[in-house]
């Protein structure tokens, strides 16, 4: 579908963006978002008192227009598809840190390791979670950190940003897998991420 268009104005993809990013409020859980409300947002119905936050005004996009933006924030790994009804979209993930994430810090067991940006940008942990989505704990992940898992072989771990520095917490319930295991399948995936966005 994205090579059936020619985008010639760069702003109207940017447009677009800013319209589900900015305008989401009250209509997303935790990064969590309806198709139809991102529908709504990029074609507002008259219900709309006022038009929605945006970069140009009076522009909307037909529902075919919608779905090719959905499908280029998708190949820049900024989202993905959860099912036919919901997106998700780390960018609109809560800002508080949840509980869970005290549960590494405390545990004397945790590998720390930490990697060190010039500058540090949300994306790298947001493509971390998409790239990683099977393993990403829904319940515990907010705007600067998540925690990922696999139950079935013990293995867990918490990437947040922080100071421009990326913190890895892994641990291991089991003695099949230790938990440098762990830590060397996050890494080899951000260094491909920080490859691929020239970090």
């Known amino acids: 579908m994205?090579?059936?268009?020619?985008?010639?104005?760069?702003?109207?993809?940017?447009?677009?963006?800013?319209?589900?990013?900015?305008?989401?409020?009250?209509?997303?859980?935790?990064?969590?978002?309806?198709?139809?409300?991102?529908?709504?947002?990029?074609?507002?119905?008259?219900?709309?008192?006022?038009?929605?936050?945006?970069?140009?005004?009076?522009i909307t996009y037909s529902p075919i227009e919608a779905e090719y933006v959905l499908g280029v924030i998708r190949k820049f790994k900024l989202s993905y598809r959860i099912d036919d009804e919901t997106e998700f979209i780390p960018m609109l993930c809560e800002r508080n840190e949840k509980s869970e994430a005290s549960l590494f810090l405390q545990d004397s067991g945790v590998i720390e390791f930490h990697m060190n940006y010039k500058y540090l940008p949300n994306n790298v942990l947001h493509r971390l979670m998409v790239e990683m989505r099977s393993h990403l704990d829904f319940d515990n992940i907010w705007l600067t950190g998540a925690v990922f898992g696999q139950k079935e072989i013990g293995l867990r771990a918490?990437?947040?940003?922080?100071?421009?520095?990326?913190k890895i917490y892994v641990m291991s319930t089991t003695q099949l897998y230790s938990a440098n295991t762990y830590l060397n399948i996050i890494k080899s995936t951000i260094l491909r991420i920080n490859e691929e966005l020239g970090l």
């Not at 104005?9 to 447009?15: E, I």
């Not at 990013?21 to 969590?32: D, E, H, T, W």
């Not at 918490?158 to 990326?166: A, M, R, S």
């Open 158 to 166: 918490l990437v947040k940003g922080e100071d421009n520095t990326l």
């Open 2 to 58: 994205l090579s059936e268009f020619m985008v010639l104005r760069p702003d109207w993809l940017t447009n677009a963006i800013y319209l589900i990013l900015f305008n989401s409020s009250g209509k997303v859980s935790n990064g969590l978002i309806k198709h139809a409300v991102i529908h709504e947002l990029l074609h507002p119905s008259s219900e709309y008192e006022s038009r929605p936050k945006s970069v140009m005004s009076d």
